[in-house]
């Protein structure tokens, strides 16, 4: 239920993006910009819902500290940083900068989601968590 939701929702954003470096890669910089704005919400969101919801659930039952939660809010704040650097490359034009950071992302992004999808998601569903209030929760978030 969680992790068929997340896995979904990072297919959803993963599609934002591409629509994006095709617009950077023609360098349609007014274009890139409208799609970016989606394109970083939709990822913001993601992020939000895990940090504010899922994770401070999982954490009531697998304690805090430095494991697998935490590595992932290292990421996020990892690739928080490259998606706004990846803004103001946008704003500045620069297109072999934005396309770099694109590239970056993308593989920053699938080696993070692949450890989301295969552990902390199934980890989630052993979990004596309410799986249905959580998704609801989750559902609410905006950023």
Known sequence: MIKEFMTQDHRECDNLYAPLEEALMQADFEKALELFVPFRNAMLKH????????????E?????GEGPIY?????????????????????AKNKDKA??????????TQQH????????????????IEKEQTLEEMKKVEV
Request: overall charge negative; cysteine-free; hydrophobic content about 45%.
């Open 71 to 91: 590595v992932m809010k290292m990421e996020h704040s990892q690739i928080k940083s490259i998606i706004n650097q990846l803004g103001e490359a946008i704003e």
């Open 60 to 64: 009531e039952f697998m304690g805090g």
């Open 99 to 108: 396309l770099g950071l694109g590239e970056t992302f993308m593989i920053m």
């Open 47 to 58: 992020f939000a819902m895990e940090e504010e919801v899922l994770f401070p659930k999982m």
């Open 113 to 128: 989601n692949m450890k989301e999808e295969q552990i902390l998601y199934t980890m989630a569903e052993q979990l004596p």
